[in-house]
């Protein structure tokens, strides 16, 4: 069966404001590309645009799937600005419990917060386990019961790359910091089943391609237990249950297991990438690992490895002829991964530097020199600004997210959203990088370091591809390409920035298959 599209205005992004007339599709792959005259007396159907505009596939390019099915299966706690109203949610959750399951509860925010509650307030509420995960998730709350499952009291020293929270009088206050929250998590997420793990990616990709998005480059193995777990949800729903694509990450715990277990996908649709490390935390913890201490707190932060651990990582990534995609946010944790990149050969798959948030100049030359990929999530600026801006100061500040420095360098860029870190939408990550400025207007965070509205769809298109060594068979509308499109009602080159906003997706097509359908 040959199917046409036709009928609206079709970039290729080949090149800026390249385009074509028509394209056929046979088999979940574009064969031709041309004028509709001469295309159409191939074609069995016919698919009319409308006048609508379409663009090679959107893919979030860093994402955790299963976690972002899961967020829309928990109660949330973003909106929420003081802390007898934070009280309130876990009193209503509380009623649904049965007093010894984990109350589970996400994205709280004390940037936003009056105060955090107490452990006592905490304990008052619910006499089981909690596990309440600050938006970063990098930083965990919970009560004494949550304490007691990992066998935490008073005396207790800190982990190695993570901390216990304390309050003014030395006492453990509930917050647990990097690799202290990911021991509770993987208690609290243990036991969630394989029934439960399908529907949050079935909620997860319903919700994706509602938004334009044909695929990810997700994060998730090594996670909800036995990586097995998180696996198996992928090979059950995708390909099977879902047209969409997924680029996977392998946590580095998992790497060389999954290796050695030929943990590899029977679907194309899925496909796997580079080890996963985390080099550092995040600005709203004071875990991010800086150069220099942070302006309010007196911590530089906190770093994940050594340079003798993050070096090994790298070498057993090598050992598999494999790239590696780092977690780094403070300047000092990506300092020390260009220090260990510097080190090693390159391979085939490109390296990746997850979040591009404070880079120095010099140290964007360096990446340059070693064909390093930025996955930048745009949206994090209007998140973060202006408070993160005052714990780095003035200086440190104008190096944040410097997404059209590295792109002048050389640097290739694709955008993601991190979800469920921010939202999935991916004209509010448009915006985000085009304007550089919140929603309700204001103030402008970097006037220079803003991008076009071309800049930010080539992030979603051919920099998503090119981050996956996937661009010569996606990215672009050109023959033997994959016939995975998004489909709007508007040229977001041609917008205001809150045209942009205002985008409604009409299709979402993958490997040729309608996978999402606009009702009018």
């Known amino acids: 069966m040959k199917t046409l599209w036709y009928g609206g205005t079709i970039y290729t992004m080949i090149g800026e404001g390249d385009t074509v007339e028509a394209l056929l599709v046979e088999d979940g792959k574009i064969i031709k590309t041309g004028a509709y005259e001469k295309l159409a007396p191939l074609a069995n159907e016919k698919k009319d645009l409308h006048g609508n505009v379409m663009y090679p596939g959107f893919v979030d390019n860093h994402i955790h799937l299963i976690g972002y099915g899961e967020l829309l299966m928990k109660r949330t706690l973003h909106h929420v600005t003081t802390a007898a109203q934070m009280l309130e949610e876990l009193k209503a959750e509380a009623k649904q419990l ?57 005396q207790s020293e800190n982990p190695p790359s993570g901390t216990y929270g304390r309050d003014a009088d030395g006492r453990l206050n509930g917050l647990l910091y990097e690799s202290a929250n990911d021991a509770l998590l993987e208690l609290a997420s243990s036991n969630v089943s394989e029934a439960q793990l399908d529907d949050m990616m079935r909620l997860a990709i319903d919700q994706l391609v509602a938004n334009g998005i044909t695929g990810v480059h997700s994060e998730d193995l090594g996670y909800f237990g036995h990586y097995t777990k998180s696996l198996g949800a992928y090979h059950r729903i995708i390909g099977r249950e879902r047209h969409f694509r997924a680029h996977m990450l392998r946590n580095h715990r998992v790497f060389e297991q999954m290796i050695k277990d030929g943990a590899t996908s029977e679907h194309p649709y899925i496909e796997m990438g580079a080890m996963k490390i985390f080099a550092d935390g995040s600005f709203g913890g004071d875990t991010a690992y800086l150069v220099e201490p942070y302006e309010t707190a007196p911590t530089k932060g906190l770093r994940i490895h050594t340079d003798e651990e ?210 009018k």
């Open 310 to 519: 993050m070096l090994a990582l790298v070498q057993l990534a090598r050992k598999y002829d494999c790239a590696i995609a780092v977690h780094a946010i403070g300047d000092g944790a990506i300092e020390q991964v260009i220090e260990v990149l510097e080190k090693v050969e390159p391979v085939h798959m490109r390296d990746r530097y997850i979040h591009g948030s404070l880079c120095t100049p010099a140290q964007i030359e360096r990446l340059a020199s070693l064909n390093v990929v930025v996955d930048a999530q745009p949206i994090f600026l209007l998140s973060d600004m202006p408070w993160v801006a005052k714990k780095l100061g003035n200086t440190r500040a104008q190096y944040l997210y410097p997404w059209k420095s590295f792109l002048k360098a050389g640097l290739v860029l694709g955008a993601g959203t991190d979800a469920p870190i921010e939202r999935i939408n991916p004209f509010e990550n448009i915006y985000a990088g085009v304007t550089r400025q919140p929603f309700s207007g204001g103030d402008v965070y970097g006037e220079n370091e803003r991008l076009s509205a071309y800049d930010l769809i080539h992030m979603y298109t051919v920099g998503s591809a090119y981050t996956g060594n996937q661009e010569t068979y996606r990215g672009h509308i050109a023959p033997q390409f994959d016939a995975d499109f998004t489909i709007v009602d508007r040229d977001l080159c041609q917008c205001t920035p809150q045209e942009i906003l205002q985008t409604v997706v009409i299709e979402t097509v993958v490997a040729g298959n309608v996978v999402y359908q606009h009702e």
């Open 98 to 154: 049965d007093g010894k399951a984990w109350l589970y509860a996400d994205m709280w925010d004390d940037n936003q917060l009056d105060r955090l509650p107490t452990i006592k307030e905490l304990d008052a509420i619910y006499e089981g386990p909690m596990m309440l995960r600050r938006v970063c998730r990098h930083v965990a709350l919970t009560n004494h019961a949550g304490l007691a499952q990992l066998n935490i009291h008073e």
